[in-house]
C-alpha cells in the first residue's frame, strides 16, 4: 500500500512538470489545488494576461475598418479589437482607445506584462499626448493589435513607428 501511495506521489510530480504548473491548476487536479493557494495575485493577473493574448491571436489576419462596429468580428479597428479580447475576461472598456487609455493602472514600459494595454499617438493627430491607437502587450517586446492592411498582427513595440509613437501603458487586468 505505501509504495503504491509512492507510486501515486511520483506520478503526480512527473504530470506537474509534463504539463506545466499552470495547466494542472486549470484542470483543478487534486494535489494542485493545495498549492494554489500559494500563488500571488499577479502571478494570477500574468495568468489571465496570457489568456487574453491567447485568445486575440485566434483573430490574427483579421481586417481593420476604423470605427468597426463591437458587435462584429468580422473587421475591427483597435480599440474594438481590445474591448472584445477582454470582455471574454470581465473586462468592460470603453469604446475608444483615448477613454481606454484611463482605464486600470499606470504601468511603465520596462515593467509591462502580458496583457497590458498599451497606448500611442500616431498619424496626423499625434501631438504626443493624443491617444490614436490600443494594443496589448503579448510580451517578449511584442504587441497585439490591428490596423491598415495587415489587420490584426503581431508588431516589435521596440521598433519603428510603435517605438516612436508610444505613450503609455495600463494594466486593466
Known amino acids: ?35 494554489s493557494a500559494s500563488l500571488s495575485a499577479e502571478s494570477v493577473a500574468v495568468s489571465k ?20 462596429s463591437t458587435s462584429t468580428t468580422r473587421v475591427f479597428d483597435c480599440s474594438s479589437f481590445m474591448k472584445h479580447i477582454f ?22 514600459k520596462k515593467n509591462l506584462k502580458a496583457g497590458d494595454l498599451v497606448f500611442f499617438s500616431s498619424g496626423s493627430r499625434s501631438t504626443g499626448k493624443n491617444i490614436t491607437h490600443v494594443a496589448v ?4 517586446g511584442k504587441i497585439l493589435h490591428t490596423y491598415g492592411k495587415p489587420g490584426v498582427t503581431i508588431s516589435d513595440l521596440n521598433k519603428g513607428t510603435w517605438k516612436r509613437t508610444y505613450v503609455k501603458a495600463r494594466r486593466v487586468l
Open 49 to 68: 494576461g496570457t489568456q487574453v493574448v491567447n485568445f486575440g491571436k485566434k483573430y490574427m489576419g483579421t481586417p481593420y475598418k476604423f470605427g468597426a
Open 1 to 35: 500500500m505505501k509504495m503504491h501511495t509512492i507510486s501515486k506521489k511520483v506520478l503526480t510530480v512527473g504530470i506537474v512538470s509534463a504539463l506545466g504548473f499552470g495547466t494542472l491548476l486549470a484542470s483543478g487536479a487534486g494535489t494542485a489545488q493545495a498549492a
Open 137 to 140: 502587450y503579448v510580451g517578449n
Open 87 to 108: 470582455k471574454k475576461y470581465g473586462v468592460n472598456l470603453p469604446r475608444t482607445s483615448a477613454a481606454q487609455s484611463k482605464m486600470g493602472k499606470a504601468v511603465s
